[in-house]
């Protein structure tokens, strides 16, 4: 029989062993500088065993101090556990100068991406967890930043979303914005996250509150950027926890604690995540590619089936945007949008173009003489990628003054010009979808489910097609 003291002694020593394991986690902790006077800080946590997923921490403290313990390196632990590379972001308060914590975040973002091969991370996979004001700052860079410092997906804590005073935490509205730029509506309106949610362009994103948060409101905060979001069509998960008021963080005081990381692990694990070295391809187009009409068009719409149909070998990005054209003088120009600098960003290596749908519109048409050139402008910006360019399905009716004739007497005579000019693979849907009117919806011009399923077939054997 082995005696109690023995037995304390061996109890003891497993949980120095366990804590030993768990310390093991991190590989390596280092500090660099983000700013030359070296007021802005990141403090790097890097695993023993990296999965090749990276967080970038933004701490809250309402823009005027940084609550970087709890709601910054006390997750470092339980993210190298993970495999998950972590970076706590010590930003310059803003003291209304919003352009200091926005700049120290994205330089953050860009040091990983830029040592993703040297730190075991794959650029593609980097993502931004924000507490409080920290998750508002979160929301900006998901909204607002740049493609190429523009996290790959977000999580936060209890945001702040709204900078209207009365309806969020007032602090840190105004150090964020400063007085006067909270006179400033198209400001306010602005740095209010939730309208600056894109479809398709801001990232997934996992918004954890707890239902009596009295800080900051979860109903105008918290909860608009997910309406946003889904409204857009966009992936995003919401977990409300029923108490824990705010700035919970990774506190193991939290009632739920045990349980936000199981969830927030299952999150992560859930995320699928482009294969390094695959082969990049951007879906431009219209609301066809944007998905209209579609519920939770990031998952439903063609590009998304055409990732499935092309698999892990492929990365596909949707870059449509509802109601665009490809002619410069129309009414809303495909190439005035962020989603156009974005798909160059992308630096893909295949392109598939399906625009010319609303150009046939009356007041779009009347620039007609021009759609050649813009097409060209556009197949130029491109190069070397491969592209394919898509006819226009059929208009099955005159909505929205979608003409049928222009687009087989005009459009597609140009497209197939210009595509032989430039050596371009041509996928003509006009006539794959010939007399398919159960594909389209009660509209005669939008692809329906099937209709979806049916175009990603279609492109998916004509990019593999070579």
Avoid at 278 to 303: E, F, L, Q
């Amino acid at each position: 029989m082995i005696s109690t003291i023995r037995m304390k002694k061996l109890c003891l020593f497993g949980l120095l062993l366990l804590g030993i394991s768990a310390q093991a986690q991190t590989a390596r902790t280092f500090t660099l500088d983000l700013t030359a006077d070296g007021q802005a800080q990141m403090v790097c946590f890097l695993p023993e065993s990296p999965s090749g997923k990276a967080v970038v921490g933004v701490p809250g403290g309402g823009y005027s101090m940084l609550s970087n313990t709890h709601e910054g390196t006390l997750a470092a632990e339980w993210m190298n556990q993970q495999g998950i590379a972590y970076f706590v972001v010590n930003y310059r308060l803003p003291q209304g100068d919003r352009t200091k914590p926005m700049g120290d975040v994205m330089q953050g973002i860009r040091i990983v991406r830029d040592s993703a091969q040297v730190w075991g991370i794959n650029p593609h996979d980097v993502g931004i967890m924000g507490f409080s004001a920290g998750g508002h700052l979160s929301s900006v860079i998901s909204t607002h930043a740049p493609f190429d410092v523009r996290p790959d997906f977000s999580i936060l804590f209890y945001p702040v979303i709204s900078m209207v005073p009365e309806v969020s935490h007032k602090w840190s509205c105004l150090n964020f914005l400063g007085e006067e730029g909270l006179k400033d509506p198209e400001l306010v309106r602005d740095f209010s996250t939730m309208n600056a949610v894109r479809s398709h362009l801001t990232p997934p994103a996992l918004i954890i509150s707890a239902s009596d948060d009295r800080l900051v409101p979860f109903v105008t905060n918290g909860l608009e950027y997910y309406k946003a979001m889904r409204n857009a069509g966009n992936d995003c998960a919401m977990y409300v926890y029923p108490t824990g008021d705010h700035g919970f963080g990774f506190g193991h005081w939290f009632k739920y604690h045990d349980q936000l990381l199981t969830d927030l692990g299952n999150w992560l694990k859930d995320r699928q995540t482009p294969k390094p070295g695959a082969i990049r391809v951007a879906c431009i187009g219209n609301s066809i590619t944007d998905g209209h009409g579609i519920d939770m068009r990031t998952a439903y719409g063609y590009p998304a089936l055409l990732q499935k149909k092309l698999g892990d070998d492929y990365w596909v990005k949707n870059f449509g945007v509802s109601s665009r054209t490809l002619l410069n003088k129309g009414d809303f120009p495909y190439m005035n949008e962020v989603a156009w600098q974005d798909a160059q960003a992308f630096k893909p290596d295949v392109v598939v173009i399906k625009l010319g749908t609303n150009d046939s519109k009356p007041q779009n048409w009347q620039f007609g003489s021009e759609f050649r050139q813009d097409l060209e402008q556009m197949v130029k910006a491109l190069s070397p990628a491969r592209i394919l360019l898509c006819t226009p399905i059929p208009a099955f009716k005159p909505s929205w003054d979608i003409s049928d004739s222009v687009i087989t007497q005009s459009i597609i005579p140009i497209q197939k010009e210009v595509a032989k000019k430039y050596k371009l693979q041509v996928v003509d849907l006009h006539s794959l979808f010939a007399g398919a009117e159960d594909l389209l919806l009660d509209d005669g011009i939008h692809p329906n489910g099937k209709g979806c399923e049916r175009m990603a077939e279609i492109i998916s054997e004509q990019i593999k097609n070579k």
